[in-house]
């Protein structure tokens, strides 16, 4: 079944009403969100960006604009840092994966994606998407093939797009909400230009701005197979939404391969299409401590400026509050005192500001900051002594866990899986060793949060060797033989994250210890006759003319 335009139209008609009524309901909660936490940080009912309006006007102190940069970088830092590796590729069979020339390729892969990466704009974009995130629970990512970097990403502000989900509550279904002027109009649709927006092309009109719907969706007209660009998987179509059901309603329909958008949800409530995230659990300590902050503020300038009450005499004397001004009053001599304070307060500020102190720490933790910042102190740590303190963390580092869970699956996995698809489609990656046809590639997470979450684990196996070295073995010495130190080496390499090309598969260590063995056999024979050749040289050069120890054996013998 080829492209209805009818029964095209009635299906995008339906889903940009459904997915517009999900969006309106939370729309009063995202605003308070903006306005009392993360002003400039979206875009709502079509507002245009770049228009100079100042929005952080609710905001009486700046630390809400701290905490949520320093979280950002955090997770960041924590989980996709350009300056370590962190992912691998790998497979669920341990044994062909420690496979040498399987281990080559799988590092070599892992290389080209992580040059591709750093080589794009994907990491300054991976920052926004963290922080929108934590903002506001949800948060998409948009990846294009390019010319110039293979990969181009887009960091969507949050408000441009609605989101969709299918039966299993995926979310497979995203709408943008594009704001083009007549010439980015012209320049991304051609001939295909509706002549209303060609007309203020013309006349030089590029002001104007036309918003125009770009929706992402399962293709229901999949053709497998297929060249066309419109059968792919996945559907890709332009809609102008004001036009639809007209000819000049649907501006573009093409298709992907790969679902090009990556769609990250904090916290989700049983089949909730939005996700609530940091935002929400500090709104409200937020708006109490901008209301005390601003108390605070107003108590001191009434101390410093108090309200003055003044005889009605000195309606036009002059009066002045400044420094080093002298005021002259009738009377004040005899013990009148015209001119004094309205009211005499004393508030206790200390109590106050303990409160605001209170507040904004309830504010970090929302933003999980204590915990990112402990474990980036943590991780500049040598990595035995880290994983000896991250494993006394573990209690907290679960409470980390879901958000480091939700990540990997809605947004890393999906993204690295559409690079290594594109690095795959233009040549970049060697061809796989035939041992691994039909097996599944696996991405394996190694950042400092993965290694975190596996810090336990090896401190319990340093633990464990202690105890053998030190309580065991002096008494029991053939305990050693109890203990697989190869695979005890190959479970502290996985976890502290160390590079395969450190450590040799299976196969090249039984080599290297045939080897060694034979070199040992070899150079005990070679000793072996060396002292034959010696002893045999000896007795050759032995006198026998005269009387000694060997023409005597019998003699003494007797």
């Given at each position: 079944?080829g492209?209805?335009?009818?029964v ?6 339906y ?60 997770m ?31 590092y ?19 920052e ?31 408000g ?6 299918d ?31 060609k007309?203020?092309?013309d ?40 036009k639809?059901?007209q ?30 995230g940091c ?11 901008n209301l ?60 106050a ?16 900051v204590p ?88 401190a ?39 590079s ?6 299976d196969?090249?260590t ?18 072996k ?30």
């Open positions: 079944m492209f209805d335009m009818l095209a139209e009635k299906h995008y008609s889903l940009i009403d459904c997915l517009t009524a999900t969006y309106n309901n939370c729309l009063p909660h995202w605003k308070d969100i903006r306005t009392y936490l993360a002003p400039r940080s979206a875009y709502f009912n079509n507002e245009s960006d770049n228009d100079g309006r100042q929005n952080d006007q609710e905001l009486v102190s700046s630390n809400i604009l701290h905490v949520r940069r320093t979280a950002a970088r955090g960041h830092t924590l989980m996709s840092s350009s300056s370590m590796r962190w992912f691998q590729f790998g497979y669920d069979d341990k044994q062909l994966a420690d496979f040498q020339p399987v281990k080559e390729w799988l070599n892969s892992g290389e080209v994606v992580r040059t591709i990466i750093s080589g794009s704009n994907i990491y300054n974009k991976l926004p998407h963290y922080l929108t995130q934590m903002d506001y629970g949800t948060s998409v990512l948009m990846l294009e093939d390019d010319d110039a970097d293979i990969i181009r990403a887009y960091s969507l502000a949050f441009t797009f609605m989101i969709g989900t039966a299993a509550a995926r979310v497979d279904t995203l709408l943008r909400m594009v704001q083009l002027n007549s010439y980015q109009f012209v320049m991304k649709f051609k001939d295909k230009t509706p002549a209303v927006v007309r203020r092309y006349e030089g009109d590029y002001k104007t701005k036309y918003t125009v719907y770009h929706i992402i969706e399962p293709n229901r007209n999949y053709k497998k197979g297929s060249k066309l660009s419109q059968d792919k998987k996945w559907a890709s179509v332009w809609i102008w939404k004001d639809l059901g000819k000049e309603g649907f501006l573009s329909i093409k298709g992907y391969d790969l679902k090009p958008f990556m769609c990250s949800r904090m916290h989700v409530t049983g089949d909730d299409v939005w996700a609530y935002g929400s659990v500090a709104l409200s300590d937020n708006k109490a401590s005390l902050d601003k108390r605070i503020y107003q108590g001191i300038s009434q101390q410093v400026r108090p309200t003055m009450l003044a005889d009605s005499g000195l309606q036009n004397a002059f009066l002045s509050t400044d420094a080093n001004d002298t005021v002259y009053v009738n009377g004040l001599l005899t013990g009148a005192n015209p001119y004094r304070k309205a009211f005499e307060i004393n508030p206790d500020f200390r109590m500001v303990d409160k605001v102190n209170l507040l904004e720490e309830r504010v970090r933790s929302a933003y999980f915990l990112l910042t402990t474990m980036l102190d943590i991780a500049n740590r040598p990595a035995l002594t880290a994983a000896q303190t991250l494993a006394t963390q573990d209690e907290k580092l679960s409470m980390l866990t879901p958000l480091a869970e939700s990540t990997a699956f809605d947004l890393h996995s999906p993204m690295i899986d559409f690079i290594f698809q594109s690095a795959w489609l233009r040549g970049k990656i060697a061809k796989p060793p035939k041992e691994l046809e039909g097996k599944p590639l696996m991405v394996e997470f190694i950042s400092t949060l993965a290694q975190a979450q596996k810090s336990k684990s090896v319990n196996v340093e633990r464990f060797l202690e105890l053998v070295e030190t309580r065991v073995m002096p008494v029991y010495p053939d305990a050693i033989d109890k203990l697989n130190l190869d695979e005890t080496i190959e479970e502290f390499a996985d976890s502290l994250a160390i395969p090309q450190n450590i040799h598969a196969d090249v039984a080599q290297i210890r045939q080897a060694r063995q034979q070199a040992q056999a070899e150079a005990a024979q070679q000793q006759s060396m002292m034959d050749a010696e002893r045999n040289r000896t007795l050759s050069q032995t006198d026998t003319s005269g009387e000694n120890a060997l023409t005597s054996g019998g003699n003494y013998a007797a």
